[in-house]
């Protein structure tokens, strides 16, 4: 059990939040106990606005997990697809012994299930509104958290909602970041070399996120590392008040006081963490070579194995499709009527090929030239072609599906279909797989 120690001081207390893990609950009757003869599903343990955490029993080595099941309807209805097949794509790419880890997604017609690793201990969170840590267990935990945050870093994630509400425990009291609902990745980044989405927890959130001119993203995490360690150290936030505005200057000015407690050496690095200047502000190296972090560390290596027990598609063309990548493209759960607005694509179109993504992306470039056309975008089985001064914009994206089968996915504007049919769809419809109803029906 973590060391706590009860002492306040007279500060201010946390934002209050209800452990996740904890209740006492049985699943409700319209989720069944046993899915798909794989996992029995137990006590339920949070409730949220798109669906429910349960304890989970995998029935092949009697595993514990935690499952979210998740309504499709309910996600298509808020619109929040193109969200949620964001936060797999980014989970997926994760593997970390201080990230909770996804370990597959199973579906019905109506729901969709997450089997994520079980943190026993449950949230940080929960330990953290006993009293502050000790300075030494303020520093364990801190260690951990920027092994994780440092190791998404290199793989192009950005968190974005740090804060212990979002950090477990696992069995062995060790932390676990959790929840990359509002998380970035490289590909968001504008031309400007930032991002731009206001987001974050208010009392988390970095001053230039405020200042609404664009944010590295990884100095933003950085800055709720900061918030974070705070917290840990003194039991309450550093910066606080019941005004929200009144907060956000604060937050602007960099205006914070470390309790009495706080030795020297902390004391600077939490200068440095809560530097209101994004460019001076430390960063996740200097962080790792600062003498109060370094007492004790020992760097962590991210898991060797692949995003998935299934093969995935997070390298286009390279892989497999996983579970939910296969459910997506079927009518229960096709999010094509989402796309308007997103990006300037509002019409999608996808068939199966027998030919190998290489060749369906060299005809599509191919096509291109003959046109005039510029590619302005090729990663893998990825191509973006622009032409007509701007006017045309197609994306092409290839998966495969087995051995011998791939998806192709086009997007495009509505109002340049027959460009696509006339020109680009010709060239390749000899590559269309026509078994294409036994493939879905396998």
Not at 30 to 53: A, R
Not at 256 to 268: A, D, N, Y
């Given at each position: 059990?973590?060391?706590?120690?009860?002492?306040?001081?007279?500060?201010?207390?946390?934002?209050?939040?209800?452990?996740?893990?904890?209740?006492?609950?049985?699943?409700?009757?319209d989720?069944?106990?046993?899915?798909?003869?794989?996992?029995?599903?137990?006590?339920?343990?949070?409730?949220?606005?798109?669906?429910?955490?349960?304890?989970?029993?995998?029935?092949?080595?009697?595993?514990?997990?935690?499952?979210k099941?998740?309504?499709?309807?309910?996600?298509?209805?808020?619109?929040?697809?193109?969200?949620?097949?964001?936060?797999i794509?980014?989970?997926?790419?994760?593997?970390?012994?201080?990230?909770?880890?996804?370990?597959?997604?199973?579906?019905?017609?109506?729901?969709?299930?997450?089997?994520?690793?079980?943190?026993?201990?449950?949230?940080?969170?929960?330990?953290?509104?006993?009293?502050?840590?000790?300075e030494?267990?303020?520093?364990?935990?801190?260690?951990?958290?920027?092994?994780?945050?440092?190791?998404?870093?290199?793989?192009?994630?950005?968190?974005?909602?740090?804060?212990?509400?979002?950090?477990?425990?696992?069995?062995?009291?060790?932390?676990?970041?959790?929840?990359?609902?509002?998380s970035?990745?490289?590909?968001?980044?504008?031309?400007?070399?930032?991002?731009?989405?206001?987001?974050?927890?208010?009392?988390?959130?970095?001053?230039?996120?405020?200042?609404?001119?664009?944010?590295?993203?990884a100095?933003?995490?950085?800055?709720?590392?900061?918030?974070?360690?705070?917290?840990?150290?003194?039991?309450?936030?550093?910066?606080?008040?019941?005004?929200?505005?009144?907060?956000y200057r604060?937050?602007?000015?960099?205006?914070?006081?470390?309790?009495?407690?706080?030795?020297?050496?902390?004391?600077?690095?939490?200068?440095?963490?809560?530097?209101?200047?994004?460019?001076?502000?430390i960063?996740?190296?200097?962080?790792?070579?600062?003498?109060?972090?370094?007492?004790?560390?020992?760097?962590?290596?991210?898991?060797?194995?692949?995003?998935?027990?299934?093969?995935?598609?997070?390298v286009?063309?390279?892989?497999?499709?996983?579970?939910?990548?296969?459910?997506s493209?079927?009518?229960?759960?096709?999010?094509?009527?989402?796309?308007?607005?997103?990006?300037?694509?509002?019409?999608?179109?996808?068939?199966?090929?027998?030919?190998?993504?290489?060749?369906?992306?060299?005809?599509?470039?191919?096509?291109?030239?003959?046109?005039?056309?510029?590619?302005?975008?090729?990663?893998?089985?990825?191509?973006?072609?622009?032409?007509?001064?701007?006017?045309?914009?197609?994306?092409?994206?290839?998966?495969?599906?087995?051995?011998?089968?791939?998806?192709?996915?086009?997007?495009?504007?509505?109002?340049?279909?027959?460009?696509?049919?006339?020109?680009?769809?010709?060239?390749?419809?000899?590559?269309?797989?026509?078994?294409?109803?036994?493939?879905?029906?396998?």
């Amino acid at each position: 059990m973590p060391e706590i120690l009860d002492d306040h001081q007279g500060s201010q207390s946390l934002l209050s939040t209800a452990a996740i893990y904890g209740g006492e609950l049985t699943p409700a009757d319209d989720v069944k106990t046993n899915l798909f003869d794989k996992y029995e599903l137990g006590k339920l343990l949070g409730c949220g606005s798109f669906g429910k955490v349960y304890h989970a029993r995998d029935l092949r080595t009697g595993q514990s997990v935690a499952i979210k099941v998740v309504s499709k309807q309910k996600i298509l209805k808020v619109g929040l697809s193109t969200h949620v097949k964001r936060e797999i794509c980014i989970m997926r790419r994760l593997r970390h012994p201080n990230i909770v880890r996804l370990h597959e997604i199973l579906a019905t017609k109506k729901k969709i299930y997450f089997v994520l690793e079980f943190a026993k201990g449950g949230e940080l969170f929960a330990k953290l509104a006993k009293g502050r840590f000790s300075e030494d267990l303020s520093r364990r935990y801190f260690q951990q958290l920027i092994s994780a945050v440092g190791y998404c870093h290199t793989r192009g994630v950005y968190h974005r909602d740090l804060k212990p509400e979002n950090l477990l425990l696992d069995e062995n009291w060790d932390l676990k970041v959790t929840d990359f609902g509002l998380s970035a990745v490289t590909d968001q980044i504008r031309p400007d070399g930032l991002l731009h989405t206001l987001c974050g927890t208010p009392a988390y959130v970095a001053p230039e996120i405020l200042a609404k001119k664009g944010y590295d993203g990884a100095k933003v995490d950085i800055w709720s590392c900061g918030i974070i360690l705070f917290v840990f150290n003194a039991g309450y936030l550093p910066f606080n008040d019941t005004n929200l505005m009144t907060m956000y200057r604060k937050i602007y000015k960099g205006e914070f006081r470390c309790p009495k407690w706080t030795s020297p050496e902390l004391k600077m690095l939490l200068t440095r963490l809560l530097d209101t200047n994004p460019v001076t502000r430390i960063t996740i190296e200097e962080i790792k070579n600062d003498p109060w972090f370094q007492k004790g560390y020992q760097d962590v290596k991210p898991d060797p194995g692949h995003e998935f027990e299934f093969k995935s598609g997070s390298v286009p063309g390279s892989h497999y499709l996983n579970a939910f990548d296969i459910i997506s493209y079927s009518s229960a759960f096709n999010f094509s009527s989402l796309l308007k607005g997103n990006g300037g694509f509002i019409d999608k179109e996808r068939f199966v090929s027998v030919e190998s993504p290489e060749k369906i992306i060299r005809k599509i470039e191919e096509v291109a030239e003959e046109e005039g056309m510029t590619v302005v975008q090729r990663s893998g089985a990825t191509v973006k072609v622009e032409g007509q001064n701007g006017n045309f914009v197609l994306m092409v994206v290839v998966n495969r599906l087995t051995e011998k089968l791939v998806i192709v996915e086009i997007e495009k504007r509505e109002n340049e279909g027959e460009i696509w049919k006339k020109k680009f769809k010709p060239q390749i419809s000899g590559f269309v797989y026509q078994g294409e109803r036994n493939v879905s029906g396998s």
